[in-house]
Each structure stands twice: as structure tokens, then as C-alpha cells.
């Protein structure tokens, strides 16, 4: 039967916006399916037809997810670019994309990307010279794929004042740490169930390290401050040393361990009443009932706290061909709709007078782990240590093994929560305490947010 509801009528139209696109990869031969197939529909939105006039790869023959027309093929990028009015850059990696987006920018095309690897080393600069030139870009897809996360930051929350911003935006990382925590899996184990299932790629050093997290943590920092923020501001510690031990205790303790990207504002050490921002990405316990910590699989979500909204949660898929399609064409409709109706590109608005804080100025709550001797006055030992170096004790348990038929004194397994402490004065806790002659490793020591 025939649908009810009529389909968008293809409207006459004198305008038509040539796309170029660069890349037909998982991402890219989603997209060019769309824009063939929904033609009409994009038209209708837009006020002009998308008309894609060649799509630039590096094999012609390759094989594709996607049956594209064969004739839009070329391995020629920078002629296809030099024609365009919109270029959808969907390569990847630094070079020839960065090179490309320039000579985009500078024959006046709007350029929409979804290349956070390009972003992070680069964007400062590329953004620089799509203002001075006056063209857009955008890159919705460079954070967490689907989600629209980014326009809602620029546009819906432009007249609200943002304090914080918490992102599971590594679907592999999180992908890992779930499956650590519902099987019991260890790091390696989840890594290689990842890699098989697709989620993690054959070198997964960028996502496990926190690298594509942070390089998105800053994406997300300077729309939200409103100050530019590089890849080096990012204090980044990724999920390599976390253990199933960790994930245990942490569960066991109520708390379910994530790889966040957080960026916040934050009073500046020795300055009274002046606020700057941290952004850092490391593995972070949080308490199971905060809404992050439903964020199963490879799915991303982030979590927004603003002065009047309050708190906003955004999921989604954060990444997959079609899924990240979708905010690509995103920004390619909004950019027609203003090359037809007119108006101003770009809505991010980079102030750039939030100074940026190290990871120094960040207070969090911490949780360690430590293996001691099960001997009388072990406790009082640390106690007294942390003490000495200001940090306060919440919580402090303790598990002790002994083998069996062993009469020995055995260890004893200690997890304590801190209060909120400094940076610096944990680290030198940490150190005093593995210099105790009872402590036979310090086996973790690990954020702790969202309480
Ligand atoms: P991909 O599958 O590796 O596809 C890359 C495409 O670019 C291929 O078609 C390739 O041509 C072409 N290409 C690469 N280098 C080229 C060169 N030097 N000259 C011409 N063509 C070249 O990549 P993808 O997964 O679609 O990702 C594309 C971009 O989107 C990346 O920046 C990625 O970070 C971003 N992104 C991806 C996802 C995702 O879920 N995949 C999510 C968010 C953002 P051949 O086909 O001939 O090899």
C-alpha cells in the first residue's frame, strides 16, 4: 500500500549549490547516498538543489558499502574542490584534508568536516582563516557523531552561561569499560572483543589513550568558553592502566568507572573572584545512579550544566557510517539554507578571555587503592599520612586475604575515598605512601565525579 503521508514535493528552484566530496568511505558513501537519494527533500529544505558534482578518493575501483554513479568518481580532489560551492571533507587524517579545506576556504566555499584528527592539531588556525575569509565551517560529526551536540551549545545555549561540560565521547573506550564491568572481563580481554566487533580499530593507541577524547574535549571546551582551547591544553590519561580489579571495587563501592572528557569553570588559583577552564579526560568513578553512568556499549552522551538550563543530557550513537552522516548533512543543509536566504555563517563566538587552567587548579574526589601488610597500625599509618598532606579521608575499606592453611599475617586490600583535594596534594600523598614500609603497591588511584 502506498504511504498516506505525501513525500516532500520537489520544488522549483532557480538556485543550485555545487557540493564537492572528499572522501567515500564508511562516512562519506553514506552521505553521497543520502544526497542522491533525498534530492528533493534536501531541496525543499534548503531553498536549492545540492548538486553533487564529484566525489574524490584515492581508488576509484575500491570496493564501496554504497553503489555510487561511477562517472562521480576522481581522484583529482583539488580540481573537484575548486568548483564548489559547499565542500564535504569526509578524508580523514591530516594531509591532503588540511590542504584541501584551505584552498576550500580560499576560493569562498563553505566547508563542513568531520575530521577531529585535523581538528585537534589544526583547528585554531583553519577556523582563523574561514573567518578572515568569511566562509563557514563546520563540523558537527567531529563530536560524538550523530549527537547534535555542538550547534545546540553554540545556538540553543548561547544566552545561557555554561559551568561544565561531561563527555562519554569515545564509543570504544566506553564500549571497553562496559564490558568490564557487566562480564568482569580484564583490559585486554575487552580490547580484543572490541577490535573484533569492529568498535576499536587495528590500532586502537588514539581512542585507549584518551587522544580522540581529548581532541573532541577540546572541540567541546572552546564552543562552550567561547576560548580556543588546542590539544595541548587537555590534560589526557587514557584507560590502559585500568584494571578488572578497579572495576570491581568501584562496583562494589557503588561507582561505575568512565572515560570522561570534562570541561569546567573554575576558580584561578591565587586570584580572587577570577574564573578560568580546565578541560582534562581521564578514567572517572561515578556514583551508578548519574545519568552518564547508564551510557552502555559504544554509545556517547554528553552531559551539559548550565546557570539557567540546569542540567541537559544528550545521547546518541557516536559514530558509524549513516549515524555520523546524519550531523554531516546537518551542516550541510543549515550552511545551503544560509548561502540561499543569506545571513551570518558562523555562530561560534570566541571571546577568548576565560584563561585556561592546568590540571593544578582542578579539586576532585579521589578514590586509591593500595595492597598492604595485615599488620596492627597500618591504618593509622595512612590515616596520619593524608592528614599530613591535607587530604581528607571519606571512606576507607578494607578486604583482607590470607591463604589458606597459612598462618602468616597476610595483605590487606584498602580502597579509600578522599574528599575534594588538589591535584598536588594527592600526588605528593601518594608518594609519601609508597614510601610506608607496609604498602606493597599502590594498585590504583582514580577520579571521582558526579557526587
Ligand atoms: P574512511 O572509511 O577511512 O574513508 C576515507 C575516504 O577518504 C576513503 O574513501 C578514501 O579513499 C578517501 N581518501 C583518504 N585519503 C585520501 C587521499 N589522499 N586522496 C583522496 N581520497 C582519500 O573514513 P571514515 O570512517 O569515513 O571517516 C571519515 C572522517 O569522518 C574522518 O575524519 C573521521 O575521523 C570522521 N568521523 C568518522 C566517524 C565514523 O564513525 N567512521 C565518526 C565521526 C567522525 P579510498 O576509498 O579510495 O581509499
Given at each position: 500500500?502506498?504511504?498516506?503521508?505525501?513525500?516532500e514535493?520537489?520544488p522549483?528552484?532557480t538556485?543550485t549549490?555545487?557540493?564537492?566530496?572528499?572522501?567515500?568511505?564508511?562516512?562519506g558513501?553514506q552521505?553521497?547516498?543520502i544526497?542522491?537519494?533525498?534530492?528533493?527533500?534536501?531541496?525543499a529544505?534548503?531553498?536549492?538543489?545540492?548538486?553533487?558534482?564529484?566525489?574524490?578518493?584515492?581508488?576509484?575501483d575500491?570496493?564501496?558499502d554504497?553503489?555510487?554513479?561511477?562517472a562521480?568518481?576522481?581522484t583529482?580532489?583539488?580540481?573537484?574542490?575548486?568548483?564548489?560551492?559547499v565542500?564535504?571533507e569526509?578524508?580523514?587524517?591530516?594531509e591532503?584534508?588540511?590542504t584541501l579545506i584551505?584552498?576550500?576556504?580560499?576560493?569562498?566555499?563553505?566547508v563542513?568536516?568531520?575530521?577531529?584528527?585535523?581538528?585537534?592539531?589544526d583547528?585554531?588556525s583553519?577556523?582563523?582563516?574561514a573567518?578572515?575569509?568569511?566562509?563557514?565551517l563546520?563540523y558537527?560529526?567531529?563530536?560524538?557523531?550523530?549527537?547534535p551536540?555542538?550547534?545546540?551549545?553554540t545556538?540553543?545555549?548561547s544566552?545561557?552561561?555554561i559551568t561544565?561540560?561531561?563527555g562519554?565521547v569515545?564509543?570504544?573506550?566506553?564500549f571497553i569499560?562496559d564490558?568490564m564491568?557487566?562480564?568482569?572481563?580484564?583490559?585486554a580481554?575487552?580490547?580484543?572483543e572490541a577490535t573484533?566487533?569492529?568498535?576499536?580499530?587495528?590500532?586502537?593507541t588514539?581512542?585507549?589513550?584518551?587522544?580522540d577524547?581529548a581532541?573532541?574535549?577540546?572541540?567541546l571546551a572552546?564552543?562552550?568558553?567561547?576560548?580556543?582551547?588546542?590539544?595541548e591544553?587537555?590534560h589526557?590519561?587514557g584507560?590502559?592502566?585500568?584494571?578488572a580489579?578497579d572495576?570491581?571495587a568501584a562496583?562494589?563501592?557503588?561507582?561505575?568507572?568512565k572515560?570522561?572528557a570534562?570541561?569546567?569553570k573554575l576558580a584561578?588559583?591565587g586570584?580572587?573572584?577570577?574564573?578560568g577552564?580546565s578541560?582534562r579526560v581521564?578514567?572517572?568513578?561515578l556514583?551508578r545512579?548519574?545519568p552518564?553512568?547508564a551510557?552502555?556499549?559504544?554509545f556517547?552522551?554528553?552531559?551539559?550544566e548550565a546557570e539557567?538550563?540546569?542540567?541537559?543530557?544528550?545521547y546518541?550513537?557516536?559514530a558509524?557510517?549513516?549515524?555520523?552522516?546524519?550531523?554531516?548533512?546537518?551542516?550541510?543543509?543549515s550552511?545551503?539554507?544560509r548561502m540561499?536566504?543569506?545571513g551570518?555563517g558562523?555562530?561560534?563566538?570566541?571571546?577568548?578571555?576565560?584563561?585556561?587552567?592546568?590540571?593544578d587548579?582542578?579539586q576532585?574526589?579521589?578514590?586509591?587503592?593500595?595492597?598492604?601488610a595485615?599488620?596492627p597500625g597500618?591504618?593509622?599509618k595512612?590515616?596520619?599520612?593524608f592528614a599530613?598532606h591535607?587530604v581528607?579521608?571519606?571512606t576507607?575499606?578494607?578486604?583482607?586475604?590470607?591463604?589458606?592453611?597459612?598462618?602468616?599475617?597476610?595483605?590487606?586490600?584498602?580502597r579509600i575515598?578522599?574528599?575534594?583535594?588538589a591535584?598536588?596534594?594527592l600526588?605528593?600523598t601518594?608518594?609519601a605512601?609508597k614510601?610506608l614500609?607496609?604498602?606493597?603497591?599502590?594498585?590504583?588511584v582514580?577520579?571521582?565525579?558526579?557526587?
Amino acid at each position: 500500500m502506498d504511504s498516506a503521508v505525501p513525500s516532500e514535493p520537489a520544488p522549483a528552484l532557480t538556485k543550485t549549490l555545487k557540493v564537492a566530496l572528499l572522501g567515500a568511505g564508511n562516512v562519506g558513501a553514506q552521505v553521497a547516498r543520502i544526497l542522491l537519494q533525498d534530492a528533493d527533500a534536501l531541496a525543499a529544505r534548503t531553498g536549492a538543489r545540492l548538486e553533487l558534482t564529484g566525489i574524490a578518493v584515492r581508488n576509484i575501483d575500491a570496493p564501496r558499502d554504497v553503489e555510487l554513479p561511477r562517472a562521480l568518481f576522481t581522484t583529482d580532489a583539488s580540481a573537484l574542490v575548486r568548483g564548489a560551492d559547499v565542500v564535504i571533507e569526509l578524508m580523514g587524517g591530516i594531509e591532503p584534508a588540511r590542504t584541501l579545506i584551505l584552498e576550500a576556504i580560499e576560493h569562498g566555499a563553505t566547508v563542513v568536516t568531520g575530521n577531529k584528527a585535523l581538528l585537534a592539531v589544526d583547528g585554531p588556525s583553519l577556523y582563523e582563516k574561514a573567518d578572515a575569509a568569511g566562509v563557514e565551517l563546520s563540523y558537527e560529526a567531529a563530536v560524538a557523531g550523530a549527537i547534535p551536540i555542538l550547534r545546540p551549545i553554540t545556538d540553543s545555549l548561547s544566552g545561557d552561561k555554561i559551568t561544565r561540560v561531561m563527555g562519554i565521547v569515545n564509543g570504544t573506550t566506553n564500549f571497553i569499560l562496559d564490558q568490564m564491568d557487566t562480564t568482569g572481563a580484564q583490559f585486554a580481554d575487552a580490547l580484543a572483543e572490541a577490535t573484533r566487533l569492529g568498535y576499536a580499530e587495528a590500532d586502537p593507541t588514539a581512542d585507549i589513550e584518551g587522544h580522540d577524547a581529548a581532541a573532541k574535549g577540546a572541540i567541546l571546551a572552546s564552543l562552550a568558553f567561547h576560548t580556543r582551547f588546542a590539544l595541548e591544553d587537555v590534560h589526557c590519561q587514557g584507560i590502559t592502566a585500568v584494571t578488572a580489579d578497579d572495576i570491581a571495587a568501584a562496583k562494589e563501592a557503588g561507582y561505575v568507572i568512565k572515560l570522561l572528557a570534562i570541561a569546567e569553570k573554575l576558580a584561578v588559583p591565587g586570584r580572587e573572584g577570577a574564573a578560568g577552564v580546565s578541560v582534562r579526560v581521564h578514567p572517572t568513578l561515578l556514583p551508578r545512579e548519574h545519568p552518564l553512568a547508564a551510557v552502555h556499549g559504544a554509545f556517547n552522551a554528553v552531559f551539559i550544566e548550565a546557570e539557567s538550563a540546569g542540567e541537559l543530557m544528550f545521547y546518541g550513537q557516536g559514530a558509524g557510517g549513516t549515524p555520523t552522516a546524519s550531523a554531516v548533512l546537518g551542516d550541510v543543509v543549515s550552511a545551503a539554507r544560509r548561502m540561499v536566504l543569506g545571513g551570518p555563517g558562523r555562530t561560534e563566538t570566541t571571546t577568548g578571555v576565560v584563561p585556561v587552567l592546568g590540571i593544578d587548579a582542578v579539586q576532585t574526589r579521589y578514590y586509591i587503592g593500595l595492597d598492604a601488610a595485615d599488620q596492627p597500625g597500618v591504618l593509622s599509618k595512612i590515616a596520619a599520612l593524608f592528614a599530613g598532606h591535607g587530604v581528607s579521608i571519606e571512606t576507607m575499606r578494607q578486604t583482607v586475604h590470607r591463604e589458606p592453611g597459612d598462618g602468616g599475617p597476610g595483605t590487606a586490600e584498602l580502597r579509600i575515598v578522599t574528599h575534594r583535594a588538589a591535584e598536588a596534594s594527592l600526588a605528593a600523598t601518594v608518594e609519601a605512601i609508597k614510601g610506608l614500609d607496609v604498602i606493597n603497591s599502590v594498585t590504583s588511584v582514580l577520579r571521582v565525579e558526579g557526587v
